[in-house]
């Protein structure tokens, strides 16, 4: 059973830290992992539904990768990360598997959803993305996962785009308003210039690395109004993956209601579970297009 208390916004923005003791205590409720990569040690925390109990089988499963839960500067985490906790985000699990027909699983990025670290100094960063691919190994190996259906939000969509690079067991990538290539989206929004080193990870600089799998199907989903990842940026990507012959669609839907244009996460998270449940593209395209205004969502 989760524990019921909520997540707390202020050591979001101070950093989480969790022991390995106490890490091994949520272990046992199944909603924690310890990972080690990338030079560091953290707790993973993971919210999940319609697993089997390990060691499984469990053929394939969805699994989202939140956005970012803080500001430009920092120091504001009360939007995302307030007013609920691990009990409500198993039973956002528990909807999405009985939607899906398949298991569900949300996975908290360093230092947000309860996840150890400090988020603002790790996101987009290389040691972030070695802890997602670790987390990843680690939950396949407990619950015997066959494949994942990757979905991802924003920075959450950024580093699916990693994954793809790094993984050879993505049934499903789908990439929701993600900067999959980060210099061209820091490029268009002014906040670096051609000549300045990136020291974060750029996932269009990883596109020769993608394994080939005819069976592996890729949705690139963002709204072309969009002025805070730039559509043309989601675009250039996308004519990556297509140049050197990946499956993969691009679906442009005019459909985020935020100001910027940004919010597609009800959309993504719906192509990743009709992906994970193997419905056809057509479909999937289809309901995207004819998905209702979707309500407020406390996750990202």
Known sequence: ??????????????????????????????????????????????????????????????????????????????????????????????????????????????????????????????????????????????????????????????????????????????ISSGASAYRAYLEARGLLKPSERLTRFDPYDALDKIPADPQRRIFVIGDPRETNVPFSAQRLYFEGLTARGHAAWLIPLQRASDTRHHDLVDFGELADGMCAAGKSTKAIIAALQALPEPPPRLSN
Not at 1 to 25: L, S
Not at 85 to 113: K, N
């Open 1 to 174: 059973m989760p524990e019921k208390a909520n997540f707390d916004p202020a050591k979001v923005v101070a950093g989480i830290a969790i022991t390995q003791q106490e890490c091994a205590a949520l272990e046992q409720k199944n909603t924690a992992i310890w990972v080690q990569a990338g030079g560091a040690s953290v707790c993973m925390r993971y919210f999940a539904a319609g697993l089997a109990f390990a060691p499984g089988p469990n053929p394939v499963a969805m699994v989202w990768l939140n956005g970012d839960v803080l500001g430009p500067k920092g120091n504001n985490a009360d939007k995302r990360q307030s007013g609920f906790g691990p009990r409500e985000m198993v039973a956002l699990e528990q909807r999405l598997s009985s939607e899906f027909g398949v298991p569900a699983i949300f996975l908290a990025r360093p230092g947000t959803y309860g996840s150890a670290g400090k988020h603002f100094t790790m996101r987009g960063r290389p040691v972030e993305a070695a802890l997602v691919d670790a987390a990843l190994d680690g939950l396949k190996e407990r619950y015997g996962i066959g494949a994942f259906a990757l979905g991802g939000h924003s920075g959450g969509g950024t580093l699916v785009a990693e994954m793809l690079a790094r993984r050879q067991d993505l049934r499903c990538a789908v």
